[in-house]
């Protein structure tokens, strides 16, 4: 079945670049989104088709994937952005979701 | 405003079935796929099922044969019908809407309902 891997934290001072990676065979070939889940709280989608931004989401998230690699990042970070996030895909062989890992984001 | 509100979790012992509800509000229902995520307590998300406009199922094998997911356009109303619950099905249930562009993400969720397999 197909997987995504993420790295399980990552941590960034508050100002600076937080870069979340999601790997995948050939993920590149697909389509990545990403989601932000804080606590007590369901998800939110943050990025679709790789680089877009939903209605109401910051610039300062944006998005790449190529390769077997898709990568969130988070430029300017800023306390509230401190949250669990996690990537997604749809694997066209199977015709099935999947989800990353995970990433808890700490904001120190 | 879009609006997604599952019922029906609860506690049900090992083997034992139970019906997910998902009322939907503040778009067209039937124009949408819709898709059941779960989250185990303390863990990562997990796509459970989807179902989309023409009523075409999907599922994952941890649940295939298991699970059922339907909907009945007519009253906005999505479902998921468990069988032969087990432990590890214990989670946090969302239902999702996804967007209808290749590659839309899940751009509406639920606030979740627990179900809670044990004896």
């Known amino acids: 079945s197909y997987e995504l891997t993420q790295p399980p934290s990552v941590s960034v001072s508050p100002g600076q670049t937080a870069s979340i990676t999601c790997s995948g065979d050939k993920l590149g070939d697909k389509f990545a989104c990403w989601y932000q889940q804080k606590p007590g709280q369901s998800p939110v989608l943050v990025i679709y088709?790789?680089?877009k931004r939903p209605s109401g989401i910051p610039e300062r998230f944006s998005g790449s994937n190529s390769g077997n690699t898709a990568t969130l990042t988070i430029s300017g970070t800023q306390a509230m952005d401190e949250a669990d996030y996690y990537c997604q895909a749809w694997d066209s062989t199977t015709a099935l979701y999947v989800f990353g890992t995970g990433t808890k984001v700490t904001v120190l | 405003e879009v609006q997604l509100v599952e019922s029906g979790g609860g506690l049900v012992q090992p083997g034992g079935s139970l019906r997910l509800s998902c009322a939907a509000s503040g778009f067209i229902f039937s124009s949408y796929d819709m898709h059941w995520v779960r989250q185990v307590t303390g863990k990562g998300l997990e796509w459970v099922s989807a179902?989309?406009?023409?009523?075409?199922?999907y599922y994952p094998g941890s649940v295939k044969g298991r699970f059922t997911i339907s909907r009945e356009n007519a009253k906005n109303s999505l479902y998921l019908q468990m069988n032969s619950l087990r432990a590890g099905d214990t989670a946090v249930y969302y239902c999702a809407t996804r967007g209808v562009e290749v590659g839309a993400g899940f751009d509406y969720w639920g606030q979740g309902t627990l179900v809670t397999v044990s004896s």
């Open positions: 179902i989309d406009t023409a009523g075409d199922t």
């Open positions: 088709q790789d680089t």
